[in-house]
């Protein structure tokens, strides 16, 4: 038996035990794989971020600029159709979730909402 078991998807109780290849709950009598619930813990570490037109994004992808971009605190545009090359994907850092280097502009960080991939 192991220390560290998952909580119970349907009651969340933390008295799951194992029982073969499943886990139990004792409080609602639900069984579960443990295999499943390491997979569900996996897709919720790391959530999916998908480019304008639901391409799966990944790091070291190159994808194009579909708007006119003002950069902040500059007169500099980042116009239609600029291509940026080997982007780092930031999950959790708020709207902005894309790091990257720009040509003619320099690091800056995009939406995926404004950006496809190619």
Do not use: F
Not at 29 to 39: I, L, M, P, R, V
Not at 67 to 74: E, F, H, I, P, R
């Amino acid at each position: 038996m192991t220390d560290s078991l998952p909580l119970c998807p349907e009651c969340s109780s933390e008295h799951a035990y194992e029982m073969g290849a499943l886990l139990v709950c004792p409080m609602c009598g639900h069984e579960w794989a443990a295999a499943a619930a390491d997979e569900s813990d996996d897709a919720a570490a790391e959530p999916v971020i998908k480019d304008a037109v639901g391409n799966v994004l990944a790091d070291g992808d190159t994808v194009t600029v579909i708007k006119d971009l003002k950069v902040k605190g500059s007169s500099t545009v980042i116009k239609v159709g600029t291509k940026v090359r080997g982007i780092r994907l930031l999950p959790g850092v708020g709207d902005h979730d894309i790091d990257c280097k720009v040509d003619g502009v320099g690091p800056t960080q995009l939406k995926s909402s404004v950006v496809k991939k190619v």
